[in-house]
């Protein structure tokens, strides 16, 4: 059987991924990391180099992937709060990884920097004029459609006396398309 390199990189992302999103940079093992890839120490370094750099390099991949799922337009600033919304729900490991990243490593690498640019040159190609700038429009409606992460357990056993459930998440997932809907509206007659 043929070694198949990209094969090995790939898996070492994906367990890299999982191992990051579970304990953090400071808290991942390489060890963890290359058991669960079925790969050896020596081809993490060699392929990604020191511990922060494969951080980063699952940042980054995980960035473009979300990128490539997220299919709503920035002319529908609603819609695409709650796709985003949808897509962080369905992998809890994307929340935590994104928490891990604000908490340990605020840094941004360029193709983050370069997605947000993109993304603000989208808004304001299909918003038009606002009452506030794109950017700080762009914040408050990425700090919606994280409400699922951002969301402390305490607030949902105070609402129920338990974990949010499915039914009661997707209340959640409307609150973000109303609030978001408004704000897009108010700020549209606003200008």
């Known amino acids: 059987m043929a070694y198949d390199s990209h ?14 999103a579970a304990y953090g940079l400071a808290g991942a093992r390489i060890d ?24 980063d390099q699952v940042v980054t991949e995980r960035l473009e992937l979300s990128v490539q799922a997220v299919s709503a337009s920035w002319d ?16 809890p490991d994307r929340m935590r990884l994104t928490l891990w990243r604000q908490l340990e490593r605020p840094a941004p ?6 997605h947000y640019r993109e993304s603000l040159e989208a808004m304001a190609e299909g918003g038009g004029d606002r009452a506030i700038t794109d950017a700080d429009l762009y914040a408050v409606i990425w700090a919606i459609h994280h409400v699922r992460v951002l969301t402390p357990l305490a607030l949902q056993l105070a609402d129920s006396g ?8 997707q209340q959640v ?11 897009v509206r108010e700020q549209s007659s606003a200008s």
């Open 32 to 55: 963890r990391i290359a058991a669960n890839a079925k790969a050896n120490k020596r081809a993490i370094y060699e392929y990604f180099g020191k511990k922060e750099d494969l951080f």
């Open 173 to 183: 997932r409307d609150a973000a398309l109303t609030s978001v809907s408004r704000i």
């Open 109 to 114: 690498v360029e193709r983050e920097v370069d």
């Open 7 to 20: 094969a090995t990189r790939a898996r070492i992302l994906e367990a890299a991924y999982r191992e990051f």
């Open 162 to 169: 338990a974990p949010w459930s499915k039914e009661r998440w």
């Open 76 to 91: 529908d600033l609603p819609q695409l709060t709650v796709d985003v919304f949808d897509y962080y729900a369905s992998d």
